[in-house]
């Protein structure tokens, strides 16, 4: 069970796959919205090079955005 805190935290965390079924690129919207930065911890499998590549990969470059590697 999770805690309520009233305070917003330092940042936001995408943890996953980077693929088109868990919607990446919609965490990266949600940042640029709030103004917060996301820390993205993240597999990419060989089926969705294409999606990461195309979708993905200009969004990644975004200042708010950091992949944690």
């Known amino acids: 069970m999770y805690a309520f805190h009233p305070q917003p935290g ?3 965390a995408f943890i996953g796959r980077l693929s ?4 990446p690129e919609q ?6 919205r709030v103004g917060l930065p996301l820390r ?3 597999k990419i499998d060989p ?3 294409e999606y990461v590549e195309g ?3 200009p969004l990644l470059s975004h200042p708010l955005v950091e992949v944690c590697r």
């Open 10 to 12: 330092q940042y936001l």
């Open 20 to 23: 088109p079924e868990k919607r």
């Open 40 to 42: 993205i911890a993240a």
């Open 27 to 32: 965490a990266v919207r949600i940042a640029e």
């Open 55 to 57: 979708m993905m990969k």
């Open 47 to 49: 089926v969705d090079r």
